[in-house]
């Protein structure tokens, strides 16, 4: 599931590295909220034997540009396994968290929950539900769709100064229109985004396998 809220740039510029441009769509930055299962990782020549079960992830980006390179920064990352939290997090340098998520479908909704532990005064949590309403489609470059979906690189910064990039590959996205009902949704919070009164953009997608290369530290030019 994607969900897609417009936002003033410079709200934004104070949560990415100064060396990455924030990347833009006709005038407006972006911010997302990507919710999703991952059903396996599987390290190159071992294709049938994961290293995890399946979880559930929620992450809230944006989308960011270096060099003319356009990409993902990842603002905060929440997830209940346990190697992603302790292996991917200090390997990638993102900005992972403990969770406990629960996704569950039912008839053609799927329902989510997620908060997030070891808050003690405000829970960072999202609670909604959602479901596909339309045919899969395919999304074409220079639309807005595209833009938002159609990203192979990711940025991640461990202290703000070192920036790190990895290469992502996959097919394009089969993507559907969705419809959206959120009951709560507190991942604004350490970024003090209010956007409780803006109808995020919705599309749902089946799924891609995916290609996720090593991550390298950018040299400062």
């Known amino acids: 599931m994607f969900l897609h809220w417009p936002i003033p740039l410079k709200k934004l ?30 390290p190159r020549g071992i294709s049938s034997v994961s290293l995890t079960p399946k979880f559930p992830e929620i992450n809230v980006r944006t989308y960011v540009k270096r060099n003319g390179k356009p990409g993902i920064y990842f603002m905060s990352i929440d997830v209940g396994n346990w190697a992603s939290l302790n ?45 596909p309403v339309s045919e899969v489609y395919f999304s074409k470059e220079g639309t807005l769709d595209h833009w938002l979906t159609e990203r192979y690189c990711l940025y991640s910064s461990s202290n703000g100064a070192n920036i790190y990039s990895g290469e992502i590959h996959h097919q394009p996205w089969p993507l559907q229109k969705a419809e ?5 949704n507190n991942l604004f919070i350490p970024f003090h985004f209010n956007l409780s009164e803006v109808e995020p953009i919705a599309h749902f997608s089946i799924g891609v396998d995916s290609l996720i290369w090593n991550i390298k530290k950018i040299r400062n030019e």
Do not use: M
């Open 13 to 42: 510029r104070p949560y990415v590295p100064s060396s990455l441009q924030i990347d833009t769509f006709n005038g407006s930055a972006w911010i997302g909220v990507i919710l999703f299962v991952l059903e396996g990782i599987y």
């Open 180 to 184: 959206i009902e959120i009951f709560r």
């Open 87 to 131: 292996i991917a997090k200090r390997w990638y340098r993102l900005p992972y968290h403990s969770a406990q998520i629960s996704f569950r479908k039912e008839g053609h909704t799927f329902h989510c929950q997620s908060i997030r532990k070891g808050n003690t005064n405000t829970s960072i949590s999202f609670n909604g539900k959602y479901a």
